[in-house]
């Protein structure tokens, strides 16, 4: 089998893109997650400035142009270090599971804030995701286990409840 | 007591921030956490475009300008509903607890993210932090607990390790 070959998404990229985003939501049991189209995708990766998000792909070596994977990334903040970058979605599909490709996407990313001087590379994953062994070889810390950080969400129904009373 | 002034941070107010950063860390049981200078919070949140943060700040009703408490938040992207708020921190000092404070720093954020269709502002806390009856109350989350949705971390030492056996 000839070599993957990994790259910035580009803007036409964004069907594929849209495909493994749903294809990973699957994977984690929220199949009616995804909302996004094609063209909110190309918006706000690709003519937004600055970009709302950044994206490695992942080409299958045929002439299908298909993809088996991608990550997702953005700048974040830490009030502690400084400038950092969250891992939104990495997703690599089940027939290219072991080859390493995986671990080709995260250390791009990884590359990107070691040399750019960010301060950390974060991420959230499922607690039952059999990708935490991956993690932790990789060398990330579950900062929910060591620190018990939890995540908190509020959505737009909870945001029109909250601003109706402050009124 | 006349009324706390809650405004937009500019980048006079950063030496006032940092002092808060540490008061908020000390309360966390990680004094030795904050890193930053003030030039370091001027230079990322006023300097740089984008800014890398932006924050509102509440400033005592006296002629001491002193701060009282803060709320630090950047954008972030969701690849199934895009666009969200983070609220990296949000911290009211002692002696204004119970006052409404931390809830009107808090609606403001959802007032942004609401007004600019954002899809949701998100935020971590420490799983013994006492805060957590109060952000249920604001209409929040704790998606740790719904969803056992863990957060990881890939620090510097994590980057280096990996790209050195990634060559």
């Known amino acids: 089998m000839s070599a993957v070959l990994v790259r910035p998404a580009r803007r036409e990229d964004c069907g594929e893109i849209q495909r493994l985003i749903q294809a990973l939501a699957t994977f984690e049991k929220f199949p009616h997650g995804p909302k996004l189209t094609i063209e909110d995708l190309e918006r706000d990766g690709f003519e937004s400035s600055p970009a709302k998000f950044k994206c490695f792909v992942a080409e299958m070596p045929d002439e299908s142009k298909t993809f088996c994977g991608y990550a997702m990334y953005f700048p974040i903040y830490s009030s502690w270090m400084g400038k950092g970058i969250r891992i939104e979605d990495l997703y690599v599909t089940p027939e290219f599971h072991g ?69």
């Open 99 to 167: 080859t390493g490709l995986g671990k080709r996407l995260f250390s791009l990313v990884a590359k990107e804030a070691y040399e750019g001087d960010f301060c950390r590379v974060e991420f959230t994953a499922l607690g039952w995701n059999p990708a935490a062994g991956f993690y932790r070889h990789l060398g990330a810390e579950n900062v929910t286990d060591s620190e018990e950080r939890n995540v908190w969400r509020l959505y737009r129904n909870g945001m029109e409840k909250l601003l109706l009373h402050a009124k």
